[in-house]
């Protein structure tokens, strides 16, 4: 059975710092381009990061480029969403998400393209 268990979100302040982990089982992650995706209350799905299964292509999108960092550890199973500099808007349930497809095909960040996805982790920025 495959299971994504994303981990790490909670409260931080404006200006703070976050890492997410995505731990992966019942798959090897370095067959997968794997994803971060957001969805704020009200708002849709959106496509926030994503690397390629051998890290050598990053994506990310403009409202998070600059500040947030998507790693991967293949001997962990694990990939990692390091956010810094938070800002309100940054608010959302954090999903990661697993893609057979290559990051060249998914950089569009369309929901359809991942095969595999976890249950979420909220993040929440505020004072």
């Known amino acids: 059975q495959v299971q994504l268990v994303e981990s790490g979100g909670g409260l931080v302040q404006p200006g703070g710092s976050l890492r997410l982990s995505c731990a992966a089982s019942?798959?090897?992650?370095?067959?997968?381009?794997i994803g971060w995706f957001r969805q704020a209350p009200g708002k849709e799905r959106e496509g926030v990061s994503c690397?390629?299964?051998?890290?050598?292509?990053?994506y990310y999108a403009d409202s998070v480029k600059g500040r947030f960092t998507i790693t991967r550890d293949n001997v962990k199973n694990t990939v990692y969403l390091q956010m810094d500099s938070l800002k309100p808007e940054d608010t959302a349930v954090y999903y990661c998400?697993?893609?057979?497809?290559?990051?060249?095909?998914?950089?569009?960040?369309?929901?359809?393209?991942?095969?595999?996805w976890g249950q979420g982790t909220q993040v929440t920025v505020s004072s």
């Open positions: 998400a697993a893609s057979i497809l290559s990051i060249v095909v998914v950089t569009t960040m369309d929901s359809d393209d991942f095969d595999y």
């Open positions: 019942g798959i090897t992650l370095d067959h997968y381009t």
């Open positions: 690397i390629s299964h051998r890290s050598s292509s990053r």
